[in-house]
């Protein structure tokens, strides 16, 4: 009964009620867009970097960190290797060995980082069969290279043109070899791609003459699970003087502060957001309650009381508070499914490309965004109904009747 008289007395006044419901609306409905977009752009940030390349946790050698020189390698057993597999969150391991190594070919000449990696288990990590653009994916028995498309470019690189590499190997051996190229790859990072040579984990090790040996061991973790936990159980494992564990925030600390600095930002811009629905409820509360103080003294004089007043008050805002934050989450949804991911226009995508940044900026489509701030603001119009409550509580009949 007092939630259709609730419902009644809305729209009486169906300008202030619109006006009200649309505040509402539209403070959700900017909250989740903005929310969904930020945390979808560094979403998308952390899987290029963790998913592209370095994973969400390594294992190294001690001091590798500090100077990545193949003689920081080390050898595995699999007994260690089971050990590590065997811990609560890891779901696979893959095995690397990387140095730096001097690309050349004709007059032209480049820092690349030779990588060996396991192809069978690449995938895993790097989603490797749609990283492929050109060619074909490394194997086991591969003698060859796969190249990130920022390498090609520099070279003119084709399929079936051989690059050559020019290092220093385990314990100061020469590195030298000249390899075909099988595949180009699109890391979905600018700086990887321009940086970046795959070739097999055995040809890496026999170029570097680093037969048994590896720089990285990488570990995926499974869904859901906490890499600093996963870390922390490994530490407690291992012997710390002789390795190191680093999860991608120790390993990529700039990626982290910068997407803590830009959440910052949005966080206060979504609180303003907060603020101004706020303002502009309690704006037409006050309205409102000013212009049904006489209606207000009329229901208690008839012997209406108060609770029951105060009710049918909190059933009100209930009902447009549900309603405005309902239309928010709804057409949210919709909006946020056909414009993910955002595309750069040509010119905007190689300018953001050159800045290291992907030209793609996909939404973060998950539940709790909307209804996250979709109850917040629900809770807000509540606080906002106090005052009207507390009008009616001091409401003196004989004087709100009083022209």
Known sequence: MLVKLAWRNIWRNKKRSLITISAIFIAVFLCIILRALQLGMYDNMINNVVGSYSGYIQIHSKGFWDEQIVDNSFSLNKDFLNEIESIDGVSNTLKRIQSGSLASLSDLSKFVFVTGIEPSKESSLTNWKKRLIDGQLLTGKSKSLNIGKGVAKYFDLKIGDTLVLLGQGYQGMQAVGAYPVSGILDLKNPTLN?????????????????????????????ENKDEDAIALNVKNLLNNEAYEVMTWREMIPELEQTIKADSAGGLVMVFILYMIVAFGIFGTVLMMTQERKYEFGVLISIGMKKIRLIKTMIYETILLA?????????????????????????????????????????????????????????FISLIVCLYPLSVILKLDPIKAMKI
């Open 194 to 222: 321009k940086i970046t040579v795959f070739m097999t984990l055995s040809n890496a090790q026999d170029f570097l003459s680093a037969k048994n040996m590896i720089t990285h061991l990488i570990l995926n973790k499974q």
């Open 322 to 378: 549900s309603v405005g934050v309902f239309l928010g989450i709804a057409l949210s949804r919709p909006i946020i499914i056909f414009l993910s991911p955002i595309k750069f226009p040509e010119e905007q995508a190689q300018m953001m490309e050159n800045m290291g940044f992907e030209a793609v900026i996909p939404f973060m489509n998950t539940y709790d965004i909307p209804l996250t701030h979709g109850f917040i603001i629900f």
